[in-house]
């Protein structure tokens, strides 16, 4: 069947769909990072073990990714989406209610296994549809919608923690994330070009092992690995850094924080079609050093010089994901759904690992060392782009269609 081109109602539509369902996604899976000091004060806990509410959606997500891409192979990518966005929305309200830190994380570990079902199937549901040169700004629309979600999940997760606390916050995301499967499962067109793949054990570890044998599909799961270990780990701590003196911002201050993520949604869509034009791998490059140089300038003692660092790593991180997994899909020549599975594993591996280990320097050093530790999680990130550049030398195509 023809591809979706940019420009018809098709495309809009599908854009559009995969947006608001990634913006309930995120929104979901980050509700907790803006008010984890009120986690650590309700529950009583230090702050590398608040930020387990995070890493546990995301580890459980991670793992959850496995599967979910080679089941989306064989029933289909709009099935799983649609469950996965309802389900979220559903065990969201359920967490609010919880009244131990220990069930809570339990919610919050169901809530990352259901949110698997978008991510995977989403990359490889664009990958089939949409036509080739247009798939990086489709992807860069998409991952808007993910930097969208985290941001209006945190604005109204620290906006309303102020008036009805935390659990008011987690309830008031989940009814979001309620109203956007809705129309999600309404609009979205069904797939054209998908054909179904009998779901057998052997094919599921047949085609993993498959999606690893390259060696460029490999730097790109570890540069989501560290991107979104570094990205995680700043806006895990920086609530911790600017809720206290000399800043002391309150919650409600600390969730408009994050409208930075607008950096995120621009850069997402602007370098997406950036390396359509002009190429992946040197795009990618210059995406993770302007990552890098934003969490430099976040060292500033001025609050105002502080936040344009955070903005610029925001601006950067989101540029290197939008690249980086939309090459995935291109990449992949065989089981997308696989490729997206895996690619995604490691960049929730990297956001679970990272966002709690750098607790520890948290601890220790206190922001200094937050940001030394992501510092080398992206200059490693840099060197694995140099190192994709090398290995798709001759094997890349740019568009001249604006």
């Not at 985290?150 to 659990?167: D, P």
Request: hydrophobic fraction near 55%; proline fraction near 4%.
């Amino acid at each position: 069947m023809p591809r979706i081109q940019r420009g018809t109602r098709e495309y809009q539509l599908v854009t559009l769909a995969l947006f608001l369902s990634a913006l309930s996604i995120y929104a979901s899976l980050y509700v907790t990072q803006p008010i984890l000091p009120l986690l650590s004060a309700d529950f009583g806990i230090i702050p590398a073990q608040a930020s387990l509410s995070v890493s546990t959606a995301t580890i459980s997500m991670a793992i959850s990714q496995m599967l979910v891409g080679p089941v989306a192979d064989s029933l289909g990518r709009k099935p799983i989406m649609t469950v996965a966005v309802l389900a979220t929305g559903v065990i969201g309200l359920v967490a609010s209610r919880t009244v131990a830190f220990g069930p809570f994380l339990f919610t919050r570990f169901l809530q990352g296994l259901v949110m698997a079902g978008l991510p995977a199937t989403a990359m490889a549901y664009l990958a089939e549809e949409i036509d080739p040169q247009h798939l990086g700004a489709a992807m860069g629309l998409y991952i808007s919608g993910n930097s969208l979600g985290g941001l209006g999940g945190r604005i109204i997760s620290g906006s309303v923690a102020e008036f009805w606390g935390w659990r008011g916050a987690v309830a008031a995301i989940g009814v979001v994330s309620l109203v956007c499967a809705l129309w999600f499962a309404r609009a979205l067109p069904p797939s054209r070009n998908f054909r179904a793949q009998p779901l057998q054990l052997r094919r599921l570890v047949h085609s993993l092992f498959g999606a690893v044998r390259d060696p460029l599909l490999r730097a790109l799961y570890l540069v989501g690995f560290m991107a979104m270990g570094s990205f995680v780990a700043l806006y895990n701590y920086v609530s911790y850094h600017l809720m206290a003196p000399p800043y002391s911002l309150s919650a409600a201050l600390m969730g408009w924080i994050f409208l930075l993520y607008l950096a995120g949604t621009f850069s997402s869509a602007l370098m997406g079609r950036l390396s359509d034009q002009y190429g992946r791998a040197p795009m990618l490059a210059l995406s993770l050093g302007i990552e890098l140089a934003g969490a430099a300038i976040a060292l500033a003692g001025p609050l105002l010089v502080k936040i344009g660092g955070i903005a610029v790593f925001t601006f950067g991180f989101f540029g290197a994901h939008s690249i980086a997994s939309s090459w995935v899909g291109q990449r992949a020549r065989h089981d997308k759904g696989a490729a997206s599975a895996l690619y995604l594993f490691t960049y929730y591996m990297g956001a679970s690992i990272a966002g709690t280990v750098a607790g520890l320097f948290w601890m220790r050093f206190g922001w200094p060392g937050v940001v030394g530790f992501i510092a080398c999680l992206l200059a490693t990130a840099v060197g694995l782009a140099a190192l994709a550049r090398k290995l798709s030398a001759g094997t890349e195509t740019v568009s001249t269609i604006d």
